[in-house]
């Protein structure tokens, strides 16, 4: 038999994703060009996470690499090829074998980076292996819900400002919300309070996804830029206000629900005010990533 002939179907979404809690269901369609003899035929589920960098030091080696893997998810269903049993012939034709398995609440979502990898994976393997051996990777995210949570279906309000040396104040308020999921969009106002109406530049508004990486012997972070938007016209007077409309690309869920995650994955906001002729006005806004659309509250 050949190992094409081994063919795994998932009953996966629109996104082609699988959520924490859920119920996964799908089926294995084997097929036989001529009689075999399979000794046993195990369906394993299984996820890893696992992390590797390093960093300078200043004596022999000189770097130190810090590695560590680990098994994350580990399902053995027994029941699934009921009629392969040792020792008994399979004859030639099409079988469909259908398979469900639980994932747990609280495992981290699928990731990838230079740094860490979190994947799961269905693995099929027959004796004798050479005969059957297929592994087919699937997508989870976590399920992560802030409707029943007040603080998220409003906006919130965050000031910032700066001192110019022989020109006064400028003063911001940003108020937007601070829970939302992918493709949502996502509204935020700006008000400027600009006393000696300093010139402003531009006011960049960026997503940014803050990772830490926690092995058991040391850690490292990492910022990634998702997604940006600007304004640049501006009246300079002693008060305007600015309105955006934030387009949220796809996006994991922050690491919410998960305790100790090799990879914790969190979000901010982070509002940048750049001047000709001054150090830019910066500000950053934690917010939260959520798997189900947050019905705001009216802006």
Same mark, same amino acid.
């Given at each position: 038999m050949l190992r094409e002939n081994c063919v795994v179907n998932?009953? +996966?979404?629109?996104?082609?994703?699988?959520?924490?809690?859920?119920?996964?269901?799908?089926?294995?369609?084997?097929?036989?060009?001529?009689?075999?003899?399979?000794?046993?035929?195990?369906?394993?589920?299984?996820?890893?996470?696992?992390?590797?960098?390093?960093?300078?030091?200043?004596?022999?080696?000189?770097?130190?690499?810090?590695?560590?893997?680990?098994?994350i998810l580990s399902i053995k269903i027994n029941n699934v090829f009921n009629d392969i049993i040792a020792g008994k012939r399979i004859k030639p034709g099409i079988y469909s074998y259908p398979f469900h398995f639980a994932l747990p609440v609280d495992l981290p979502s699928s990731f990838h980076s230079s740094i860490a990898k979190v994947h799961y994976s269905i693995r099929?393997?027959?004796? %004798?292996?050479?005969?059957i051996r297929k592994t087919v990777p699937f997508t989870v995210l976590g399920n992560v819900n802030l409707n029943h949570i007040e603080d998220y279906l409003v906006s919130s309000t965050y000031e910032f400002e700066k001192t110019f040396r022989n020109s006064g104040l400028l003063h911001i308020t940003v108020r937007t919300y601070t829970g939302?999921?992918?493709?949502?969009?996502?509204?935020?106002?700006?008000?400027?309070?600009n006393e000696k109406k300093i010139k402003i530049q531009k006011i960049n508004i960026s997503l940014i996804q803050k990772l830490k990486y926690t092995v058991?012997?040391?850690?490292?972070?990492?910022?990634?830029?998702?997604?940006?938007?600007?304004?640049?016209?501006? +009246?300079?007077?002693?008060?305007?206000?600015?309105?955006?409309?934030?387009?949220?690309?796809?996006?994991?869920? +922050?690491?919410?629900?998960?305790?100790?995650?090799?990879?914790?994955?969190?979000?901010?906001?982070?509002?940048?005010?750049?001047? %000709?002729?001054?150090?830019?006005?910066?500000?950053?806004?934690?917010?939260?990533?959520?798997?189900? %659309?947050v019905i705001h509250y009216d802006f």
């Open positions: 998932l009953n +996966s979404d629109s996104t082609g994703s699988f959520y924490t809690g859920d119920i996964v269901t799908g089926t294995v369609v084997l097929e036989f060009e001529k009689e075999e003899n399979i000794e046993s035929l195990d369906f394993e589920v299984y996820g890893v996470s696992k992390a590797q960098w390093s960093r300078a030091k200043p004596t022999i080696p000189y770097i130190k690499i810090y590695s560590e893997k680990t098994k099929i393997k027959s004796k %004798p292996f050479y005969k939302f999921a992918s493709k949502q969009t996502v509204p935020i106002e700006i008000a400027i309070h058991s012997k040391g850690y490292a972070e990492e910022e990634r830029k998702m997604s940006k938007t600007e304004h640049r016209k501006f +009246s300079n007077t002693l008060a305007e206000i600015c309105n955006f409309d934030f387009d949220l690309p796809q996006l994991i869920p +922050s690491s919410v629900h998960i305790i100790d995650p090799m990879v914790d994955i969190s979000y901010l906001f982070r509002i940048e005010v750049t001047f %000709p002729f001054h150090f830019a006005l910066c500000g950053d806004i934690p917010v939260t990533v959520s798997t189900v %659309p």
